[in-house]
């Protein structure tokens, strides 16, 4: 229940597994939400992770924790989808499509039967993979408008990347501007046209190196497969980059992230979802960017859309 003097602002997690329980840490560290809900079939663990969590309550901001069930979906400022089943080593995260489809299919239909008779307002933020097709699925079974149902994206590959770079040019990873769009996975792209340090392009500073550049990619892309190749899951850096979306829309910061969301005719796209930098604030998606791309960043992105396209004919909703 809620304290009817009291601004409270609720982040309700579905899956309690490695990125739900990370996310509600890190969202739980910065003090970015009041409560905090964790919502898994398997109950057990749930209850757990949440008994973990709400003993270091006394060293943060003042939190609520709790392990909940749909009905808190109807107080919901944001609904984070992270549940389902993950990459095996190797296993791309197209591989999933199947039993993921299921999973977010029931998760969205119980979401929704709260959000749009209480709050109406709440945010879906999706990050089960594969990402732009699931988060396509919660949108379409969500009947949500596309602002309000998005995904993680690219902005975790972006973080991924950024850090690449910055420490082969011996800055810090905030002052390197660079970003990857279209598929959260094989298919992603690096825009070196826009890869710069305070306006200077990055192929013009005297450390640039093109092979360098072109295997930082390769590592971007493959971070995933190495990390689940050596400890079976990756979780912190997305629980920051879920808790950096979920800030910017609980404060209405409009920050420009690499989100992946329905196209409506940008780059001539349309009815797929991918990552492009995009405005985040309370009302979720305000506005798209769309920047000039170099000739070939603009083939490899029809690219990637096709491939997304193909995953979501394969789709049966
Ligand atoms: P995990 O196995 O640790 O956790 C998944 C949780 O989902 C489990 O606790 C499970 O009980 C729960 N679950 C399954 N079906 C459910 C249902 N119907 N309702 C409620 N809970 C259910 O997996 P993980 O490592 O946390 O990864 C979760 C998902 O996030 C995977 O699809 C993974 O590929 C994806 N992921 C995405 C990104 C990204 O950048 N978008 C990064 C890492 C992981």
Redesign the pocket.
Known sequence: MRLPHIETTRVVI???????STTAFALMVQGIASEIVL????KK?CAGEILDLTHGISFVKPVRIWAGDYTDCKHADVVFI??????KPGQP?LG?LRP?TK?VS??VKKIVRNITRYTKKAIILV???P?DVMTYVALKVSGLPPYQVF??GTN?DSSRFRWLLAEKFGLAATSMHAFLIGE?GDTSVPVFSHANVMGKNITELPEYNQAAAKEFYEKTKNA?YDIIQSKG???YA?AL?VAEIIRAILYDENHVLLVSSLLTGQYGLRNVCLSLPSVVGRTGIKKIIEIDLAPDELEKLKKSAKVIQEEIKKVKL
């Open positions: 579905v899956g309690a597994g490695n990125v739900g919502i898994d079939i398997d663990k992270c549940a389902g089943a993950k990459q995260r999933l993921n999973i029931e998760i990050a089960t993979n990402l995904g993680t975790l959260h995933a899951a990756t979780y997305i980059s």
